[in-house]
């Protein structure tokens, strides 16, 4: 039996979780007020405060533990392969001074170092595990139609990998020998190709799908002129944070538009179905990329909950292959499985080396 902790630091929460193997023992959420973060310029300075109180809780509550692994979110780093990637001090490095983006997951790898340092048997390792730029690509899929702009690998990598794996036991294939559709749809949305063991096509949440706040994509010359009428900074708001479900219902609260729908509301209707449809077209685009053989599709995140969008997605999309339904986020779970998978030399680990 394996014991592993498991870390995932928001922008105002962290997560952690005790497991043995894939049972989860113990799971708990540190908050902090917005008071409390104040006083840090910047996410590093958060790192002894939120350390401080991880060791006071498994101090408290899994006194007699010493884990074999711990593993943190990975933070905002270059394009790196899948799967988990021990932490060093060139990692950390990179999530502090160089990171793509300043983001509460920056902090993952530094915690698990630390809490390994202290709490694991010895020479226990740390990791993190499928950050959200997991990039496996195939070049041809990165032409976008303009020398200006490559397509990139950027979505919810992390809870789709950790589905198809979780599909593919229940198929009785090795995810690495199976092909698979996973589409994950909730504030953001992304659907990416797998093809033995490898994610070799993304949709990325400025493509296809709208969601409960982003628009997908739209149509690009009302959206050029979009850019000339409103700042850069309302565009991005308008795409990013009031696009979808909030652009046409001032909410990203899917249960209160289907609440409009069962009420009999047309609007609601119709825009839920549209979503469903979209999800079924950004299906039917990463089935060419499999050339059509596929074990499975997966529809995930928190838009997987609704029966109505799951009923329509399935009516357009299963002569493609049979689809699963796998609601909410897994990120925890998927953490701890990924290191066991290490722990029991069913992966290797990466180096990182940017």
Do not use: W
């Not at 490095?93 to 790898?109: I, M, Q, T, V, Y």
């Not at 593919?168 to 093809?195: D, Q, R, T």
């Not at 409009?260 to 060419?288: F, H, P, S, W």
């Not at 609601?327 to 029991?344: D, I, T």
């Amino acid at each position: 039996m394996k014991k592993i902790f498991v870390i995932n630091p928001g922008a105002t929460s962290t997560k952690v979780a005790y497991y043995e193997n894939t049972t989860e023992i113990f799971s708990h959420e540190i908050t902090y007020s917005l008071e409390q973060l104040k006083p840090f310029n910047n996410i590093f300075e958060q790192l002894p405060l939120r350390l401080t109180d991880i060791e006071l809780l498994i101090k408290e509550k899994i006194p007699n533990h010493k884990f074999d692994a711990v593993v943190g979110r990975g933070g905002l780093l270059p394009p790196v392969d899948a799967g988990a990637i021990l932490v060093d001090e060139n990692l950390i490095d990179c999530l502090k001074n160089r990171p793509l983006l300043e983001h509460a997951s920056n902090l993952g790898a530094s915690l698990a170092k630390s809490v390994a340092e202290k709490f694991g048997v010895e020479s226990a390792p740390s990791f993190i595990y499928d950050p959200v730029t997991v990039d496996q690509m195939n070049d041809v899929a990165r032409i976008s139609g303009s020398n200006l702009i490559n397509r990139k690998s950027v979505g919810h990598a992390l809870n789709m990998r950790a589905v198809a794996h979780d599909v593919a036991n229940k198929l009785n294939i090795p995810y690495e020998s199976g092909n698979f559709i996973v589409v994950h749809v909730g504030g953001g949305s992304s659907s990416s190709a797998h093809e033995n063991g490898r994610m070799v096509d993304v949709i990325s949440d400025d493509e296809v799908m709208f969601s409960s706040e982003r628009t997908g994509g739209i149509p690009l010359k009302q959206y050029i002129n979009l850019c000339y009428e409103k700042t850069k900074s309302e565009v991005t708001e308008l795409t990013r944070k009031k696009g979808g479900l909030v652009s046409y219902f001032g909410t990203n609260d899917a249960r209160k538009i289907h609440e409009l729908m069962d009420n009999g509301d047309e609007k609601a209707k119709l825009v839920l179905e549209a979503m469903a449809y979209q999800i079924a077209k950004a299906i039917g685009e990463l089935a060419t990329v499999l050339k059509g053989k596929v074990n499975a599709i997966i529809l995930t995140g928190g838009i997987a909950r609704s029966n109505f969008i799951s009923d329509k997605v399935r009516e357009r999309v299963t002569f493609i292959a049979p689809l699963f339904i796998i609601p909410g986020e897994k990120e925890m779970q998927a953490l701890a499985s990924g290191a066991l998978r290490v722990l029991n030399n069913e992966e290797k680990y990466n180096i990182f080396e940017k």
